[in-house]
Nanobody, 125 residues
Framework: QVQLVESGGGLVQAGDSLRLSCVAS????????MGWFRQVPGKEREFVAA????????SYADSVKGRFTISRDNAKNTVYLQMNSLKPEDTAVYYC??????????????????WGQGTQVTVSS
């Protein structure tokens, strides 16, 4: 069993930056694919970014390319999402996800086995 705990959300203005963190329990974190998704009320959860176990392969949603960066520190069991040039449309609850497959890079939420509780990001205009 893997538990994921997100942090780093908050209220910022458009153009600001935030860094989200997700700490995972369990000794096998380093072999997992990790991902970030986001959701706004009334809409489906959407893919943001994913990173393979080694950190060498990464995938981003088109809407965040060039602004967001996903990274991981396997020694700390932590995955990060650096969000720059934030826009009001980035407002959502951000969820961390994990899957035992080493390089999943899937954009589909149903492919991820473990989920965190989410952290709210609000970007004001």
């Amino acid at each position: 069993q893997v538990q994921l705990v997100e942090s780093g959300g908050g209220l910022v203005q458009a153009g600001d930056s935030l860094r989200l963190s997700c700490v995972a329990s369990g000794r096998t974190f380093s072999s997992y694919t990790m991902g970030w998704f986001r959701q706004v009320p009334g809409k489906e959860r959407e893919f943001v970014a994913a990173i393979c176990w080694s950190g060498t392969r990464i995938s981003y949603a088109d809407s965040v390319k060039g602004r967001f960066t996903i990274s991981r520190d396997n020694a700390k069991n932590t995955v990060y999402l650096q969000m720059n040039s934030l826009k009001p449309e980035d407002t959502a609850v951000y969820y961390c996800a994990a899957d035992p497959r080493t390089c999943l890079l899937s954009k589909f939420q149903y492919e991820y086995r473990y989920w965190g509780q989410g952290t709210q990001v609000t970007v004001s205009s």
